[in-house]
């Protein structure tokens, strides 16, 4: 059943009642990100991610519905295999004010598309690969 719930900002919204979110796992890597079509890339920290999407803390507020391409490393194991590089598309959910950092602001992102670039040993600076600063990270 849905149910018409208040945000912060006063505003309805749809929320299904009933129904769980998908698990988070809080991982508090590096994430980089841009507006796609944009060149510049702008720094965060993943605060959480689930299958579905990311909760990134950062300086700066983008508005709902603007596409992006994020960049991280899972910073675990996973089935033996070592610490891979992802590289993501999405989409901004919200943008607000964060509750635990002054001056920061917690963008929500739907990930609508995700792949394994790598997998690696150790925690390269993703600025350093030449594929990075390039163009559109999707066709």
């Known amino acids: 059943a849905k149910e018409n719930k208040l945000n912060v900002n006063g505003a309805a919204s749809d929320a299904l009642v009933g129904v769980s979110r998908a698990r988070r796992y809080e991982i508090g890597t590096v994430v980089r990100y841009r507006v796609r079509g944009q060149r510049e890339w702008h720094e965060g920290v993943m605060e959480n991610i689930s299958c579905s999407g990311v909760l990134i803390r950062t300086g700066q507020f983008l508005p709902a519905n603007t596409v992006i391409e994020m960049r991280f490393f899972l910073p675990v194991e996973l089935d033996g295999e070592r610490a891979a590089e992802v590289l993501c598309r999405g989409s901004v959910v919200r943008s607000a004010a964060s509750t635990t950092s ?31 600063g390039s163009g559109q990270l999707f066709e």
Request: aromatic letters at 10%; proline letters at 3%; hydrophobic letters at 40%.
């Open 102 to 132: 002054a001056g920061a602001v917690n963008i929500a992102a739907r990930i609508t598309h995700s792949r394994f670039l790598r997998q690696t040993g150790r925690t390269d600076d993703v600025t350093r690969n030449p594929f990075f």
